[in-house]
Every structure is written in structure tokens, then in C-alpha cells.
């Protein structure tokens, strides 16, 4: 069982920057596969961005390539998003998610826990 607590959202200008965390309970940290996705008011949950247990592979939408990284501390039991340049299309509530695996996954239903999320705001 793992829990996942995100934090680091709030309310920033177009093209500021977040660092969004989740933090996961457990001992077993670095044997999940982690993600990111994001909902906005009336739009389905999409995917964000997506490591591999290992940290070395990662994966993103086409939307926050070059823009958006995801990172991870197995020491600290944490995953991190590092949002730059963003753009109000942006805004959403983000939840981090973590499943058992050792390859990239970019489906919802991949995952078998997630946090509460975390409100990101962008203003124009």
C-alpha cells in the first residue's frame, strides 16, 4: 500500500514556474513506476509526465514537452514536476500516481494509487 501526498500548487503569472512533490509512505519507493496527470474544470483526467521506477526513463505529453520535468528522490521517497513556462491552458488540479513496474506508463488505469491532488492556477 502506498499513499501519495502532492503539494506546491498555487496561483502563478503566464510563464512562471512551480515545483510540484509527492510525497509516497512506504519503504518500497524505488519499485514504482510514477506519474503525473492533470483535470481541468470539465475535461477529462489527461496525462502529464512519467517515470520509470529507476528514474531513467521518462515520458511526456506533447503539451509539456520541453516545458515540464518530472524527477524523483528515492531517498526522500519523492517524485517531483518541474513546471516552466506555463501557460494558462496549464491550469489544473495535478495528481501524482504510482504503480508497481519497472517500465513508462501513460494510461489512468496503469496506476493503482494517487493522491489528492494539488490546484495549479495560471493567469494570463
Known amino acids: 500500500q502506498v499513499q501519495l501526498v502532492e503539494s506546491g500548487g498555487g496561483l502563478v503569472q503566464a510563464g512562471g514556474s512551480l515545483r510540484l512533490s509527492c510525497a509516497a509512505s512506504?519503504?518500497?519507493?524505488?519499485?514504482?513506476?510514477m506519474g503525473w496527470f492533470r483535470q481541468a474544470p470539465g475535461k477529462e483526467r489527461e496525462f502529464v509526465a512519467a517515470?520509470?521506477?529507476?528514474?531513467?526513463?521518462?515520458y511526456y505529453a506533447d503539451s509539456v514537452k520541453g516545458r515540464f520535468t518530472i524527477s524523483r528522490d528515492n531517498a526522500k521517497n519523492t517524485v517531483y514536476l518541474q513546471m516552466n513556462s506555463l501557460k494558462p491552458e496549464d491550469t489544473a488540479v495535478y495528481h501524482c500516481?504510482?504503480?508497481?513496474?519497472?517500465?513508462?506508463?501513460?494510461?489512468?488505469?496503469?496506476?493503482?494509487?494517487w493522491g489528492q491532488g494539488t490546484q495549479v492556477t495560471v493567469s494570463s
Open positions: 517515470m520509470s521506477w529507476s528514474g531513467t526513463s521518462t
Open positions: 512506504g519503504r518500497t519507493f524505488s519499485s514504482y513506476a
Open positions: 500516481a504510482a504503480r508497481l513496474g519497472s517500465g513508462l506508463y501513460t494510461q489512468d488505469g496503469h496506476y493503482s494509487y
